[in-house]
C-alpha cells in the first residue's frame, strides 16, 4: 500500500498508484457472462490522459466542478481520475434519482462539466427542466451511432493527444460534492476535501487491508460514500482490483463470486438478506446424512471461530459454501441501515464475516466497522482509527446522540452555512442517531432522534429497535413509528407506536397473521408494544442505500391516512 | 416482426401472465412498480422473461428510469 501520510491530495496518489503497479489488473468489467474490459494499472493511465487532456483543451481547471451520473462501470472511474488529475471538484450524484433531482442538483451544485451514461443523459434532456442547465459540456458515453446528443460529446470520442497537465491540490481543498441521502427536500452537498478521503482510506484499510491480487465486487453505486471509497479510492491506493458487473440480476451477482474469486463486497442489508434467505432454502433442501453432517460442520466451525475469524479453516470444513461464494471471499461489508443480528450471526457460523460499520455522507464513509476481535453481531463495531466518537447528553442507561470529530468530518455544507452550523457544533458533527457504547467500546445504535418517543414513564422508545421483534414477519416490508410522529400532536402522553406493513402482492390480511402480530407483540416490554397497526398499499421510499426514507413516508402516509386507519391489536 | 402496439400488447400479457393479476387491470401507461406492486429485484425477473420470449437482450441499465409499460415497449421494439 502507498503511504497517504506523504499525499497532499487524491489526485497525486492515484498517479503514483498507476505507476507503482502498472503490470496488475485495476479494473475488470462483465456485462452478465460476458467480460468487455480488463485493465491494468498501466492500460487506465493510457485511458485516463487522453481525457484529462481533452478537459484542460476545453479549459476545465483547477476548482471547477464536474459531475458524474453514470451506473458502476469502468469509464466511472476514469472519468473521475481524469477530473482529480486536472485538480477538479467532483460531484458523483445518484443515477437512481430522478431528471427533474438531477437538473436541481446540478444547479446547486453549479457544475461546469456533466460525464453521464446515454439512457440518463436522454431523461435529462426529456425533463421540461432542462433548457435553462448551465453546464458548460457534457460527455454521453455508450451512446448509440445516429442517436441525437443535444449538443454534448461523446466520451469514447472526447479526447486529446499529450500530457496533460497535472494540477496538485492541498489537503484542506475540496475533492467531492457528495449529496446526502438523508430525507429531507433541501439539497444536502456535504463539502468534503482530500484531507477527508486520505484519512478515512488510512483508517479503513488498517483494519481491512488490500494488496495486488484482492478482488472487490463494486455492487453498490460508485456515487455512494462506501462504493467510492472500498470500490475505488481503496483498492486503488493497495494495488487491488475492481469488478464491476453491468448487471444487478441474482444470478449473474452469484456467477460473478465465483467467476472472479471475490475478495471483498459490500452489500446492503436488504440484498444481504436475500442472500441469507436463499442460502438457507438450499441448505433446508439437503436430507438426511448430508444434513446432519453440514450441521456438526456449522457447529464445528462456530466453536473454532468464537474468538477470531478462521477464514482458511472454514474454507476446509465448509467448502462447498465457500466455493459457492468462489472460495476466496474474506469478508462481506454492511451498513447503512440497521441490520438484523441473526443474518450476521448466520454468516458469521459459515465462516463468512460480515463486518458491520456505521457511517454517514457527513463524515467520509464509516466511522465504526466490526474488527471482528471477536465477531459481535449486535453492534456496529468500534471507531475506527483516527474517529473520535462521543455520547451527548446521555441517559440513564447511557443513550445520547452520536457526536463524531475527525480528519474524516465534512468541511460543510455546500452553500447551506445555518445547516452547517446547526450540523458541526464546536467541531463536533451531531449525527442525529441515538447510539451508546458498551464495555468493550462497541457502538450500539438504537435510532434516529426524531423518530424517538420518550414514554410517560420517562423512558426512551426507538421504532427502529423495535423493528427487530418483527424480523422474519411474513409480509413485504413494515417499518415502526412513533403515532405522533405521524400525526403531531403537541402532546407526549397517550402516545403508541404504529406498525407499518406493506403485504406482498395478492396476499391478505389474514386471521393468522394477526395472531403473529400479536404474540411477538407480546415478547415486547409493555411499554414498547406496538398499539396497533396500518396496511400500506405501496412500497417504502428508499434511500440508495434501501434505507427506509422515513420522512418521505411519513408525509405520504399523513396526506392519505389518519388515525382512524389505525387497527388496534 | 412485430409491430409496436403488438409489442406492446405481448407485454401487457407475459406481464400479466408472469405477476399472475388479471390482464384488464393493466394499462399501457400504467407505473408497473406501483401496478404490480413490485421491487426492482422482481422487475428484473419480468425483464428476463420479457428478453426469452423476444430474443433479445435488455441491458439493466438501459432501462434504469423506466417504469411504464409504454416506454418499455419502445425500449425493446428498438431491439428487435
Known amino acids: 500500500m502507498l503511504n497517504l501520510d506523504q499525499y497532499s491530495c487524491l489526485g497525486v496518489a492515484l498517479r503514483d498508484a498507476l505507476e507503482r503497479w502498472p503490470n496488475e489488473t485495476c479494473l475488470i468489467e462483465a456485462d452478465r457472462d460476458r467480460e468487455k474490459t480488463r485493465l491494468t494499472y498501466s492500460d487506465f493511465k493510457d485511458v485516463a490522459m487522453p481525457l484529462s487532456r481533452a478537459l484542460e483543451d476545453a479549459e476545465f481547471n483547477s476548482g471547477d466542478r464536474a459531475a458524474i451520473i453514470m451506473t458502476n462501470q469502468s469509464k466511472w472511474l476514469i472519468s473521475a481520475y481524469a477530473v482529480f488529475y486536472r485538480g477538479g471538484v467532483l460531484v458523483p450524484l445518484d443515477y437512481k434519482l430522478t431528471a427533474a433531482e438531477h437538473l436541481q442538483l446540478l444547479a446547486h451544485c453549479k457544475a461546469k462539466f456533466l460525464i453521464v451514461e446515454y439512457h440518463l443523459w436522454r431523461a435529462l434532456t426529456q425533463s421540461p427542466e432542462f433548457k435553462s442547465h448551465k453546464l458548460k459540456k457534457v460527455l454521453v458515453t455508450e451512446a448509440p451511432l445516429k442517436a441525437d446528443l443535444a449538443g454534448a460529446y461523446r466520451w469514447e470520442e472526447f479526447r486529446r493527444k499529450g500530457e496533460p497537465g497535472f494540477v496538485a491540490r492541498q489537503r484542506e481543498d475540496v475533492v467531492c460534492i457528495v449529496y446526502s441521502s438523508g430525507t429531507g427536500g433541501r439539497p444536502k452537498g456535504c463539502v468534503l476535501t482530500h484531507d477527508n478521503y486520505l484519512e478515512q482510506c488510512k483508517s479503513l484499510t488498517a483494519w481491512y487491508p488490500f494488496w495486488p491480487g484482492v478482488r472487490y465486487l463494486s455492487i453498490l453505486p460508485t456515487n455512494h460514500a462506501i462504493d467510492f471509497m472500498v470500490g475505488f479510492i481503496g483498492p486503488f491506493v493497495c494495488g487491488a482490483c475492481v469488478v464491476h458487473l453491468r448487471t444487478l440480476r441474482p444470478e449473474f451477482v452469484r456467477d460473478a463470486f465465483v467467476r472472479y474469486k471475490i475478495t471483498y463486497v459490500s452489500l446492503v442489508p436488504m440484498i444481504l438478506k436475500n442472500l441469507e434467505r436463499g442460502l438457507r432454502a438450499k441448505l433446508d433442501e439437503l436430507r438426511g446424512a448430508k444434513r446432519f453432517l453440514l450441521r456438526r460442520m456449522i457447529a464445528l466451525n462456530k466453536w473454532l471461530t468464537r474468538k477470531r475469524p478462521r477464514v482458511s479453516l472454514s474454507r476446509k470444513l465448509l467448502s462447498r459454501v465457500h466455493q459457492g461464494f468462489g472460495g476466496e471471499l474474506r469478508a462481506m461489508f454492511t451498513g447503512g441501515a440497521f441490520m438484523e443480528p441473526s443474518t450476521l450471526q448466520f454468516f458469521y457460523d459459515l465462516g463468512i464475516p460480515v463486518a458491520n460499520g456505521y457511517g454517514l455522507t457527513e463524515a467520509g464513509t464509516s466511522l465504526t466497522l466490526n474488527d471482528l476481535k471477536p465477531f459481535r453481531a449486535d453492534t456496529v463495531g468500534k471507531p475506527l482509527p483516527g474517529v473520535e466518537l462521543r455520547i451527548l447528553n446521555p441517559d440513564t442507561e447511557g443513550i445520547g446522540e452520536v457526536a463524531v470529530r475527525g480528519k474524516t468530518v465534512m468541511s460543510h455544507y455546500l452553500d447551506d452555512p445555518e445547516l452547517t452550523a446547526q450540523t458541526i457544533v464546536d467541531g463536533w458533527l451531531l449525527t442525529g442517531d441515538l447510539g451508546r457504547f458498551d464495555g468493550s467500546g462497541h457502538l450500539q445504535l438504537f435510532g434516529r432522534k426524531k423518530n424517538m418517543i420518550v414514554t410517560e414513564g420517562g423512558k426512551n422508545i426507538y421504532p427502529e429497535d423495535i423493528e427487530t421483534v418483527f424480523e422474519g414477519l411474513p409480509v413485504k416490508e413494515y417499518c415502526i413509528f412513533a403515532a405522533n410522529y405521524l400525526w403531531p400532536a403537541k402532546t407526549l402522553s397517550r402516545e403508541m407506536l404504529v406498525l407499518l406493513l406493506r403485504l406482498e402482492q395478492n396476499q391478505e390480511f389474514t386471521s393468522a397473521l394477526r395472531e403473529e402480530l400479536i404474540t411477538r407483540n407480546r415478547r415486547l416490554p409493555d411499554f414498547k408494544r406496538v398499539g396497533g397497526y396500518l396496511l400500506c398499499g405501496k412500497d417504502f421510499p428508499r434511500t440508495a442505500s434501501m434505507k427506509i426514507k422515513r420522512t418521505v413516508l411519513a408525509e405520504e402516509l399523513r396526506k392519505i391516512l389518519d388515525r382512524a386507519a389505525l387497527v388496534e391489536l | ?80
Open chain 2, 1 to 80: 416482426m412485430p409491430n409496436p402496439d403488438q409489442t406492446l400488447t405481448e407485454i401487457l400479457n407475459l406481464a400479466a401472465a408472469h405477476f399472475k393479476v388479471s390482464r384488464e387491470k393493466l394499462t399501457p401507461d400504467d407505473d408497473f412498480f406501483k401496478t404490480l406492486g413490485i421491487d426492482s429485484l422482481q422487475t428484473l425477473d419480468l425483464l428476463t422473461r420479457l428478453e426469452h420470449h423476444f430474443h433479445i437482450e435488455l441491458p439493466d441499465y438501459e432501462l434504469q428510469g423506466v417504469s411504464d409499460f409504454r416506454t418499455l415497449a419502445d425500449r425493446i421494439q428498438a431491439r428487435l
